[in-house]
């Protein structure tokens, strides 16, 4: 995929890896955090939540204004970069409140503003040059990829660190118990106490005798894991700036090219109104669909922790153990690649013995496997990267397919494509909660009815789909049409429309604790449809820009 690129598009893409690392890490386990640590309801924590993901979105521009302001775009990424690892060293510091742990994620989300939309112009910047204009789109879905490979590691990464820490010092990990524990410090009665004794001992793997002692002891082991694994995203950030520090090189200055050449020349008043209107119309746009979409790191998680089976059979946990996963992403990468007409024999020999020892380790990992394995919620989360890494090259594929025969849909088209497909995936997620305790009548019923975890699979299938067509489309189309001078702000733009979308994900925390969860997926369902109607009702307009 990287063929006839530029080497700045390697060096964008392992910086962003890493960052993104930390990014899913905080996505996967932010909400549990809040509500085990300081026993944050669902909608208080979902505030925090929506704030955050917000500011990440919404001080890029800060960042892209800073950049088109100083014209030093590397400059700007590598404070950013500096920033990000500052917060995430503060996340791992254990044992202080709430205010401290809301200031850290305001240092990570300004050090992101910072960061990720100038390295997004300055991916854009590469493809300016006429030797690799036509390559802009695939460029994007490359970097895209990029962002995902660090994404497929964090959620298991995170479970680890977290499920090791817990063992660590004698217990097992209960994810119902916080809730249960704040519930008896609050307000201990006999229907409380007896189930805390229950799980207590069943954690402890001894009876428990002093349960006051072991609900304190136990609330401060299991949030204290929480923060080694936000210092486990520490590290990654500590491996993007080094890979940016030493090949920064190889990405555009802007600030020499403009000394040496010359300023940008600004096109007419009416061109730029005209590029300015269509892009706004597309901010408005993806507003709902990140609204939707990141629900996956809210009433999603929230889904998955409450509604969702605890623990599967020896073949679905080949998906969720990350070394059996990766096998299975190998092995089908492998078996693409051997499948491909243009690959030489070389390539489809070194193919096939690579799918052969995948498949071997796929068998191995299933014959270890017992019958029933539970597995952490969290876990969900790593289905988009590997589905990103996994549907990336066959999207880029059926694109370059498309635009040979002349039938490429244009990226507005694309974008409008993806919302209609992203109101598919709330729809399977609607059909599969019918029937389902409304959220205080699972709280009173322990023994709830749960689904199978098809169900999520299949939607974050589909909405890895819908993020294929539009996300990285959309980010190509802001680069594309973006006035020159003003190619900072735009990408800014583009990621405040997503801190719009963000601001407005506690919608679904807030609708969770009150409303059956089938027409929490209805609201989506609708928005996203509506957002679809709208883009295809200006679509003229949008392509004649781009």
């Not at 085990?36 to 001080?59: C, H, R």
């Not at 959620?155 to 118990?177: C, E, Q, T, V, Y």
């Amino acid at each position: 995929m990287f063929k006839g690129h530029p080497k700045g598009l390697y060096v964008a893409f392992f910086a962003n890896l890493g960052e993104r690392f930390g990014f899913y890490t905080m996505m996967g386990i932010l909400v549990y955090y809040l509500t085990a640590k300081y026993g944050l309801s669902a909608t208080k924590a979902g505030m925090i939540y929506s704030i955050f993901y917000g500011s990440i979105y919404g001080l890029a521009l800060v960042g892209g204004l800073l950049a088109d302001k100083t014209r030093n775009y590397k400059g700007i990424i590598y404070i950013g970069l500096i920033t990000m690892l500052a917060g995430y060293v503060l996340m791992a510091i254990p044992g202080f409140g709430l205010i401290f742990t809301v200031f850290a994620l305001f240092i990570i989300a300004f050090g992101n503003g910072l960061f990720k939309g100038n390295l997004q112009a300055i991916v854009g910047q590469l493809y300016d040059d006429p030797k690799y204009s036509h390559l802009r789109d695939s460029a994007f879905s490359v970097f895209y990829m990029g962002i995902n490979v660090g994404a497929l590691f964090a959620p298991s990464a995170a479970a680890g660190i977290i499920n090791w820490f817990i063992k660590s010092k004698g217990f097992l990990r209960d994810d119902a118990l916080p809730a249960l524990i704040h519930k008896f410090q609050a307000a201990p009665d006999a229907g409380i106490t007896s189930e805390l004794q229950t799980l207590a001992d069943k954690v402890s793997g001894a009876h428990v005798a002093d349960l006051s002692s072991f609900a304190s002891n136990y609330l401060s082991v299991y949030s204290d894991g929480f923060n080694y694994a936000f210092g486990v995203a520490g590290l990654t950030m500590i491996l993007s700036l080094v890979v940016y520090s030493i090949y920064k090189r190889h990405l555009p200055d802007v600030q020499k090219a403009e000394e040496a050449n010359g300023p940008v020349v600004e096109m007419s008043k009416a061109e730029t109104k005209q590029r300015l209107t269509a892009l706004f119309l597309v901010f408005g746009v993806v507003i709902f669909f990140w609204m939707a979409f990141h629900q996956n790191g809210l009433t999603m998680s929230f889904f998955a922790r409450d509604y969702t089976v605890t623990s599967v059979g020896p073949a679905t946990y080949l998906v969720f153990n990350i070394w059996s996963l990766l096998s299975i992403v190998i092995g089908i990468l492998a078996l693409s690649s051997l499948l491909k007409r243009e690959s030489s024999a070389k390539t489809k020999l070194i193919s096939a013995v690579v799918f052969a020892v995948s498949a071997l380790s796929t068998y191995y990992f299933y014959s270890q496997n017992p019958e029933v394995n539970p597995f952490s919620p969290e876990l969900f989360q790593h289905f988009n990267p590997t589905m990103i890494v996994l549907l990336t090259p066959i999207i880029v594929g059926l694109f370059a397919w498309l635009n040979k025969r002349g039938k490429e849909p244009s990226a507005p088209r694309k974008i409008g494509i993806g919302m209609i497909i992203t109101s598919v995936g709330f729809l399977i997620l609607l059909i599969g909660s019918l029937g389902l305790d409304p959220f205080n009548a699972m709280q009173a019923d322990p023994n709830h009815l749960r689904v199978g975890t098809g169900w999520l699979i299949s939607t974050y299938f589909t909405l890895t789909i819908a993020e294929l067509f539009l996300s990285p489309m959309g980010i190509s189309f802001v680069s594309k049409v973006s006035p020159p001078k003003y190619q900072g702000i735009m990408q800014g733009c583009w990621l405040g429309a997503t801190a719009v979308g963000n601001l407005f994900l506690g919608v679904g925390s807030y609708l969770y604790e009150r409303v059956e969860i089938w027409q929490v997926w209805t609201i989506f369902i609708v928005l996203c449809f509506i957002a679809a109607t709208f883009i295809f009702s200006i679509m003229k307009k949008l392509e004649k820009v781009s």
